[in-house]
Structure formats: C-alpha cells, structure tokens
C-alpha cells in the first residue's frame, strides 16, 4: 500500500465541496488505514465482538463470541453494510450501508432485529466507533448533505438532528470525549493539504485547533479516562501516532519510526496504546506505553496484522489479518501470545 501518496490524494478529495460515495468511503479507508472489513469491535461486556466481512460480493456485519463461537450475521441484504459500533450499553449496533444508493447510518440491535435507517438524507453520512455518547442518547457523524462534510449529531433514534460545525473545509472522524461534554474531530478549514485536529463543546461552541502544526494531523481518538487524545499525524514526514492533552499541549510522537503509523488504540486503563506499524515492508501490531517507552511488536508475523482493539478488561486485543490469505479476526493476548484466528 503505498499510503504517503495515497493520504496527499485524498487530502485534496477532501476539499472538493462537492463528493461522490465512492470518493467518501475511499476517504474513510485510506487515511486510517481500514478497509470495509474494518477494525473489529468488542461488546461493552467484552463478551462478543462485531465485524465487517465480505461474503459472495458485498459486505455484511457480522457477531461472534469472543472466542469465535456462535458466529451471527446481523445484516443480510445486497449491500455494503460496514463500520459497525456498539452502543454504550451494548444492546444496538450503529453501522453505515449503502442499501439506499448512498451512504446511510442505520441501527440494529444486537440480536439483529429491529433494523433501521436513522440519517435517512440523500447525502452521504458516515461514524465511526467513537461516535456513539457515553450515555447511548446520541451519535455524532459527518455528512455532506449540506455544502461539504460537516460534523452532526442526532439522537439514537435519528430525531434531533443538530449540525454542529460550518466552516469552509471539511469536518470528519467526529470522536465522543468519554464524559460526552466534548467532541474532537478533524478538519481542513485551515488548508486542503493541511488537516488539523479541533475539539468543541458537545453542542457545537467553542471550536479550537489544537494540533496547529504544519502537515496533516487526523484521527483523534480520545484517552478513556479523557486526559489525552492520540492522533496521526504526517509533520515529520511520514504518518506517526502522537499524543497530547486535550487542550492542545504535550504533542509527543510516541511512534518514532520510519515507516507508516495508523489505527491508534487506547488500552481500556489508559497506559497503552496499540497501532498498526509498516516499518519492516509489512503490517505488524505494534503497542507501547502511553509516553512512548518499551515498544513491542505483538504479533511478528510476515502477513499484514492490522487494526488492533482492546478487549473492555485490557487482556486481550482483537485486529485483522490476511496470514489466512483472506481478510480475518484474530484475537491474542495484550503480550501478543495465543493469535487465533476467529
């Protein structure tokens, strides 16, 4: 994957005020570094886990226990149903599906009933696994359904629809501070090729940069107990995983590596972090302490190992693999012993 070149192009794509579906999901999968089958997702209980997968041409959620029993898919249609996210009390799975020829969230609860299209607008709307509010009553997302991608929030049911950001670029990767008082996204109103991290209130006020470096800084993913954000940024002149406060302050590259960072991941105590590391001409789970001492690289492996995610107790950390010459789950060990393939 050449992902440098990749990360420039999209960066322009992202300042086009008019986009395609097809440009939107290209957006989502390569400046993360996911595909549709996407990071998996733990259960609140840590009890199950929740997938995107490919089967006979088009992508569907799926369920399993964690330890790969019980299998379930949750959607089945003709469609690309992707990027699924647990509600806070783990009885609904939000996901984005293109079933109505654009991209649209839905929710379904976790036993796979109750199905429905909650953003229901001709534009493209998309969310990931933070977006949910701590306390289920809302999601925040992104959409273009007015003159460029900005950052939303509704209540679970889709009513109550608030457009939270309206600034000249784009807003997107919209990510719930833990207490929900605070929402950190990405934006490119300071430039098309120069994208920033910004925190507002929940409600939409007080909208400040916080990253203010020159580059490309994105993917704001918020420490659990809310006193850091990790993020990507491209400053040093490839992708790495940094650190800060949430005001902005303490920037620390906690990667330092040659190759290409992404897919940073809080462990549930907030001493850690996981990510998806190409320093060795493949994709390896790398993992650290929260500022950046005893680096490890968990899973070792000549096939690609990717989007890494905790489990709710910290003892174990699901990602995805193509070792079995597809796109699968695997689940290890936080020290990266016991890879089994789900």
């Known amino acids: 994957m050449e992902a440098r070149k990749t990360r420039k192009v999209i960066f322009i794509i992202v300042g086009c005020i008019s986009l395609l579906a097809a440009l939107s999901i290209i957006l989502l999968r390569y400046i993360t570094g996911e595909e549709w089958d996407s990071r998996p997702v733990w259960s609140p209980d840590g009890s199950k886990i929740a997938y995107a997968q490919e089967v006979n041409g088009n992508f569907e959620i799926y369920v399993t226990n964690a330890d790969g029993a ?75 359904r007015g003159d460029g991608f900005e950052i939303y929030a509704m209540s679970a049911d889709g009513s109550d629809l608030v457009r939270l950001t309206k600034s000249p670029g784009a807003d997107f990767f919209a990510s719930s501070s833990p207490n929900g008082s605070q929402i950190a996204f990405t934006s490119s109103r300071d430039g098309f090729a120069n994208q920033e991290v910004y925190l507002m209130n929940a409600d939409g006020s007080d909208q400040i940069n916080l990253t203010k470096a020159v580059g490309n800084d994105y993917g704001p993913f918020w420490a659990p107990d809310g006193s850091r954000i990790a993020f990507v940024s491209d400053r040093d002149g490839n992708a790495e995983i940094y650190v800060m406060n949430p005001d902005g302050a303490n920037q620390i590259n906690i990667a330092n590596s040659p190759g290409e960072d992404l897919s940073p991941a ?39 190992d990717m989007l890494p995610a905790w489990s709710p107790d910290g003892s174990r950390i699901a990602f995805k693999s193509d070792r079995d010459r597809g796109s699968e789950i695997y689940v290890m060990d936080s020290d990266g012993s016991n890879q089994i393939g789900l």
């Open 70 to 144: 019980n299998q379930s898919k949750l959607t089945d249609d003709s469609a690309n149903d992707i990027y699924p996210a647990w509600s806070p009390d783990g009885s609904k799975i939000a996901f984005v599906s293109d079933r109505e020829g654009n991209w649209e969230i839905c929710v379904v609860n976790s036993d796979g009933s109750h199905e429905t299209n909650i953003s229901n607008n001709p534009g493209d709307d998309f969310l990931q696994s933070t977006s949910w509010f701590p306390n289920g009553s809302k999601i925040a997302f992104w959409s273009d």
């Open 266 to 304: 809080w462990s549930p105590d907030g001493s850690k972090i996981a990510w998806q590391s190409y320093r060795n001409k493949n994709w390896e789970i790398y993992v650290k302490n929260a500022d950046g001492s005893n680096p490890l690289n968990l899973t070792n492996n000549p096939a690609d």
